[in-house]
Every structure is written in structure tokens, then in C-alpha cells.
């Protein structure tokens, strides 16, 4: 890519990675077809289509018409595979619905990835309260239980999403009240809550910290379109601002990123809401803007690699706190490669901004550093390349297409050796 082009024109997001997969594991609760609507035409739904297809299902990811039908048999298998966990983490959403289907669940432990180590503690203490017992066996977590789970009170450490979802996904066909108390409360775990209760679950205090599940003997499939993802709505807003753009991104809830919103605000851009979606328009060189990235409704540590990549063209010093996940600097010395100044303290990240960053190959290393990357090397002087883009495939559908529409030079190349 060559930097320099202020992005303008309209894009369109789907639904919500972060919510499809778990909406994909979800439909395991149930026996029948399940279809999803709005699904973003990404590599993570492919790896956990294929998840769904070994435990018995029949997966379908219609790609002309957004969705993803799965029929669920009555009987499924009930172990995740190494292969499969090991390229996509989230795989162990799979633990909660197949734990309460099968009575058992063998799902591989994911090990630490890039951005850190990632515990599953609360999400094994949550299913234990529910009656389960889980024992770590080569390199797989096998959780089983002896009979219907049942009704407990759980309060988790952290409002962790996954645990969350784990621990909803077990409790909703268990036998009695269950209490999840401290949940996350991001718009994904109201969007999988809203299709559970479609579904026939009772779940009370959606989108509040408690949640309050009363069993149900058993589950029905249901249609359901996946919230839109504010992540790829705040990718491209940030994108309109770093390049000075003027960008209409459709489809988008504003109330899910009014923090990211406002802080663009701050750094200079005009921000309007639209009936469906938003408009970000940037005259200037952008303000340096602090964040502190925390669980929902707080600023979201997967934008943070975006807006460090802003902070770093911006007029002023900037500083970044990242409370959730510990690895979640490492792109920035990628971004050193393009002539950012950031210096890392700890969980602190200090950005001077410079006038202009310089082309330069680069790597990404996870889906939102391989964004924070992209976001650079569109205002970068000359040439940037960027490898490792099957991580940003794995959260961004038509990335590339959408940028050269709004004018970006950008174009995707095939190297058998992926190494710089
Ligand atoms: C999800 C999102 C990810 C997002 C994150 C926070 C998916 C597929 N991924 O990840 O994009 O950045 O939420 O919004 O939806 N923790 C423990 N023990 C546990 C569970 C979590 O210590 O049992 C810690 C983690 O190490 C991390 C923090 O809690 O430091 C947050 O993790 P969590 O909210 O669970 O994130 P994920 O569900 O993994």
C-alpha cells in the first residue's frame, strides 16, 4: 500500500465476529436448524463452521446472502480438537453448550496467543458451580457432569466475556436459578442473550451486571441476524480520521461506540449519527487523545491498536492504558518499523506523535494490531507492506476492496513465503 489518500465514501458492516461465533456455538443447544443472518464472510467463521461439522452438525455459510444455517442433530460428539482451538481460541465457546447437551465436553486447551495469556479459570469455576467436574487431561479440558447441571450462584473475578458466555450457555438448560453475578456486559452478551431467550431460555437483567438464568428443559432452533460489529464500524471511523477523511459507515449502532466516538471528537473529527450508522468527517491533523481500555461500556482494548496508530500522526502526546490484555503492546514495535514514537511502560503506552510516518514492511501479528497496521501505512509516506494479513482475514471481511473504494492504493499480493 502507498499512504496519502484521504478515505472517502460509504461502507457497510455486518454482523459482529465476536457475536457470530458464539451465536454459531449457541445454536448447539438446540436440535434443528438454526440460521444466523448478517454474517461476515471472514476465516474464524470458516474454522468454527468446521468445529460445528465435526461434532455432527451440517454447516452451511451461504456467502451471497450473509447467513450460516446449522442443523444440529440429536445426538452430537463432544470433543473440540487441538487443531482447530489452536487456530481460533474462541473454539472453547463450544464448552458451555456442548457440556449441557452431552453431559460432556473435551475441548483443547488453547495454550497463550498473541495477545496474551488468556485464563479459563472463571469459566471452569462457573461450570463446577453448576455441578460439573473438570479435570486437565493431555493438553484437553474435560468437563463432565452426572445428570442435568443445576441452578448456583456465581460470582465471577472480572466481567470476562467468555466466562460469561461459558457459564449462560451451561446454565440455561440446568436445573433451576442461576445467579451469574459482576458479568460483562457487552453488546455481544446481549445480543447472544436476546437469541437464547429467542430460543426459549429464561434469562433475566440483560445487559446488566447480574443475570439471572431459570432453566428450561430444552431449547428450540430460531433465526437470528447478529448485532453489528462496533470494532470494524470503529476501524473505519478511526480510518476517516487518520486520513482526513469523510466516511459514512452503514449499519453501525452508535450507542455501542460512544466512547470511541467522543474520544475521535476530542481528536478534531465531526462525528454525526445517521439512522443507520454514523458519519466521521476529519478537516485536520488529529489531537492526541488518551485511552484506558476496559470491559464494556468502557473504551474497547480491541480498538486500541487503531487508535495508537491515530495517536501516532497526532498533533501532541497521548497516553494509552491497556487493562485487558497484557501482550496487546507488541505490535507497537511494528509500528516503530513505520516511524512511531511509543514508548512502553508496563500497561502505559506513551505516543508522540510525529508529522509523518514512513513506508516500511511490517508484520501483523493479531487481528487488531494487523488494523492498527493498515490504519498506519494509509498516511505513511510511500510504500508499506504488510504481512501475516490471514490475521486481519480473520476479522475483517473485504478490507481490502472496501479501502481501494474509498480511494485508498492498497492491493493484495500472494507470497508463498510469508516471511519478510
Ligand atoms: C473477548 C473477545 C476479544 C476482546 C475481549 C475483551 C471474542 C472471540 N473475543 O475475548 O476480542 O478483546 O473479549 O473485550 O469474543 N480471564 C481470566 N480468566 C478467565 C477468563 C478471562 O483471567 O477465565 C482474563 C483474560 O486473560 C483477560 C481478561 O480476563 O485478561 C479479559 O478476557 P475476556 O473478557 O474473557 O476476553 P475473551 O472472551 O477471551
Known amino acids: 500500500m502507498v499512504g496519502g489518500a484521504r478515505l472517502q465514501g460509504e461502507v457497510r458492516v455486518t454482523g459482529a465476529k465476536n457475536s457470530v461465533l ?6 448447539l443447544l438446540a436440535e434443528g ?42 445426538t452430537l ?29 473435551d475441548v483443547a486447551l488453547p495454550g497463550g496467543d498473541n495477545i496474551g495469556s488468556r485464563g479459563l479459570d472463571m469459566h471452569v469455576e ?89 432453566g428450561v428443559d430444552a431449547l428450540e432452533p430460531v433465526t437470528h441476524r447478529a448485532v453489528p460489529d462496533r470494532i470494524v464500524a470503529g476501524t473505519w ?20 461506540l460512544q466512547i470511541a466516538l467522543e474520544k475521535l471528537q476530542i481528536a478534531g473529527a465531526e462525528v454525526s449519527e445517521l439512522d443507520d450508522g454514523f458519519r466521521v468527517v476529519m478537516h485536520d491533523r488529529p489531537r492526541a487523545v488518551d485511552i484506558i481500555t476496559l470491559p464494556y ?19 501532541g502526546a497521548a497516553l494509552v492504558t491497556e487493562n485487558l490484555f497484557e501482550a496487546r503492546f507488541r505490535f507497537v514495535q511494528e509500528l516503530g518499523r513505520l516511524g ?14 510525529r508529522p509523518q510516518l514512513s ?25 508499506t507492506t504488510i504481512y501475516g494479513v490471514s490475521h486481519i482475514d480473520r476479522g475483517y471481511a473485504g478490507l481490502v476492496p472496501d479501502l481501494i473504494r474509498l480511494g485508498a492504493q492498497i492491493s493484495r499480493v500472494f507470497v508463498t513465503n510469508e516471511n519478510p
Open 22 to 27: 458464539k451465536l454459531m456455538a449457541a445454536a
Open 33 to 74: 436448524t438454526t440460521t444466523l443472518l448478517d454474517v461476515p464472510d471472514i476465516l474464524d467463521v470458516e474454522i468454527m463452521a468446521e468445529l460445528l461439522r465435526r461434532l455432527g452438525c451440517v454447516v452451511e455459510h451461504q456467502r451471497q446472502s450473509q447467513s450460516v444455517v446449522i442443523s444440529v442433530p440429536a
Open 77 to 105: 460428539e463432544h470433543r473440540a480438537d487441538y487443531d482447530l482451538v489452536r487456530r481460533m481460541r474462541a473454539s472453547i465457546c463450544v464448552l458451555g453448550p456442548l457440556l449441557a447437551r452431552c453431559g460432556v465436553a
Open 126 to 214: 462457573g461450570l463446577i458451580r453448576l455441578g460439573a467436574t473438570a479435570v486437565n487431561e493431555h493438553g484437553y479440558l474435560i468437563a463432565s457432569s452426572n445428570g442435568r447441571l443445576h441452578g448456583a450462584s456465581i460470582y465471577l473475578d472480572f466481567p470476562s466475556v467468555g466466562a460469561t458466555e461459558t457459564i449462560l450457555m451451561a446454565a440455561v438448560t440446568a436445573q433451576g436459578e442461576t445467579v451469574i453475578d459482576n458479568v460483562a456486559r457487552e453488546p455481544e452478551i446481549v445480543d447472544i442473550c436476546q437469541m437464547l431467550i429467542a430460543m426459549g431460555a429464561r434469562i433475566d437483567g440483560v445487559g446488566s451486571s447480574t443475570l439471572t438464568v431459570l
Open 237 to 256: 471511523a478511526v480510518a476517516a480520521a487518520i486520513t482526513q477523511g469523510d466516511i459514512t459507515v452503514r449499519n453501525a449502532l452508535t450507542g455501542h
Open 297 to 315: 461500556p468502557g473504551f474497547p482494548t480491541d480498538l486500541q491498536p487503531q487508535f495508537i496508530a491515530l495517536n501516532s500522526v497526532a498533533d
Open 340 to 353: 512511531a514514537d511509543v514508548r512502553i511502560d508496563g500497561h502505559h503506552a506513551l505516543v508522540r506523535g
Open 359 to 383: 513506508g516500511a514492511p511490517v508484520d501483523a501479528t493479531d487481528i487488531r494490531a494487523g488494523a492498527g497496521l493498515v490504519l498506519a501505512g494509509l498516511v505513511a509516506e510511500g510504500e
